[in-house]
Each structure stands twice: as C-alpha cells, then as structure tokens.
C-alpha cells in the first residue's frame, strides 16, 4: 500500500510556472507507475502525464505537451510535475496517482492510490 501527498498548487499569472510534487510513502515505490490527473467541478477527472516504473519513460496528455514535464526520484519517493506557460484553462485540482497493476501508458483513473488534491489557479 502507499500514501501520497501533494504540494505546490497556489495561484499564478497565465504564462507563468508551478512546480507540484507528490510524496509517497511504503518501500515499494518504485514498483509503482505514477500519473498527474486532473479535475475542474462537475467534470470528470483527466489524465494529465504518467511515468514509468523506472523514471525513463514519460507520456503526456495533448493538452500539456511541450509545457508540463513529469519526473521522479525513486531515492526519495516522490513524483513531479513541472507546470510551464500556464493557462487559465490549467485550473484544477491536480492530483497524484500511483498504479502497480499497468502500464505507465495506460494509467486511468481506477488508479488504485490517489493523494487528497492540490489546487492550481491560473489568472487570466
């Protein structure tokens, strides 16, 4: 089992960049695949980016390619998501999934953990 815990989320100006991280409890991290989703009220939650196991291998949603760039550090149990070139249209709540079961490419959202959310507001 893991536990994950999102920071960063705040407000910033279009165009500007934040920088959430995840931290994950439990010795089995790196059997984890690890995913950013992302959720505006009375929509569904979406996929965002998702790593691999091993760090090596990213994917991302068409929304946030070439601006978002997903990352980790299997030392330390945590995930990153690095948010470049904002757009009011990022607001969300952004959260951290992990899933043993798949594949980093087919990461969804019956992920099997997920952290309580961390709230991003871009200003127009």
């Known amino acids: 089992q893991v536990h994950l815990v999102e920071s960063g989320g705040g407000l910033v100006q279009a165009g500007g960049s934040l920088r959430l991280s995840c931290a994950a409890s439990?010795?089995?991290?790196?059997?984890?695949?690890m995913g950013w989703f992302r959720q505006t009220p009375g929509n569904e939650r979406e996929f965002v980016a998702s790593?691999?196991?091993?760090?090596?291998?990213?994917y991302y949603a068409d929304f946030v390619k070439g601006r978002f760039i997903i990352s980790r550090d299997n030392d330390k149990n945590t995930v990153a998501l690095q948010m470049n070139s904002l757009k009011p249209e990022d607001t969300a709540v952004y959260y951290c999934?992990?899933?043993?079961?798949?594949?980093?490419?087919?990461?969804?959202?019956?992920?099997?953990?997920w952290g309580q959310g961390t709230q991003v507001t871009v200003s127009s």
């Open positions: 790593i691999s196991r091993s760090g090596a291998s990213t």
């Open positions: 999934a992990a899933d043993q079961r798949v594949s980093y490419l087919t990461m969804g959202v019956n992920s099997d953990y």
């Open positions: 439990g010795r089995t991290f790196r059997s984890y695949a």
